[in-house]
């Protein structure tokens, strides 16, 4: 159970249960991130979708970006899976992510398991 003292992570993790609930595993990621949408719209969950994260090195942007599928709240960042499971190289991933945008809070969704994984990360930069 998430912490009522988060409940922004706890509204996309609700809004993320009801997709695998009525998808179970076996799509493609991309069936889950468009059921997550209509999902987060259906609720009133802000979100951009597909969001480009600009990498800095020595205060220049590289032309080398990565794209988070979706950050919610303009403060967490939600990345999608549909892997049996996830591992070490996924939340590198996130984690990432994280570090680009600055936001320290981030959540890992897995659909490719039998029940949903959820891995919620916090990076504190130095």
Same mark, same amino acid.
Do not use: W
């Given at each position: 159970?998430?912490?009522?003292?988060?409940?922004?992570?706890?509204?996309?993790?609700?809004?993320?249960?009801?997709?695998?609930?009525?998808?179970?595993?076996?799509?493609?990621?991309?069936?889950?991130? $468009?059921? =997550?949408?209509?999902?987060?719209?259906?609720?009133? #969950?802000? &979100?951009?979708?597909? @969001?480009?994260? *600009?990498? +800095?090195?020595?205060? $220049?942007? =590289?032309?080398?970006?990565?794209?988070?599928?979706? #950050?919610? &709240?303009?403060?967490? @960042?939600?990345? *999608?899976? +549909?892997?049996?499971?996830?591992?070490?190289?996924?939340?590198?991933?996130?984690?990432?992510?994280?570090?680009?945008?600055?936001?320290?809070?981030?959540?890992?969704?897995?659909?490719?398991?039998?029940?949903?994984?959820?891995?919620?990360?916090?990076?504190?930069?130095?």
């Amino acid at each position: 159970m998430m912490d009522k003292r988060d409940p922004d992570t706890h509204a996309i993790i609700g809004a993320a249960m009801e997709v695998h609930t009525l998808l179970g595993a076996g799509f493609l990621e991309s069936v889950y991130h $468009e059921a =997550l949408i209509r999902e987060l719209d259906e609720r009133g #969950i802000p &979100y951009e979708a597909e @969001v480009e994260l *600009l990498i +800095a090195y020595k205060g $220049e942007h =590289l032309a080398t970006f990565f794209r988070a599928d979706l #950050i919610c &709240y303009d403060s967490i @960042v939600v990345e *999608l899976k +549909a892997l049996k499971a996830i591992g070490g190289p996924e939340e590198a991933q996130l984690l990432n992510y994280l570090k680009a945008t600055g936001i320290e809070r981030g959540l890992l969704l897995n659909f490719g398991s039998p029940r949903l994984e959820v891995k919620r990360m916090v990076f504190t930069p130095r």
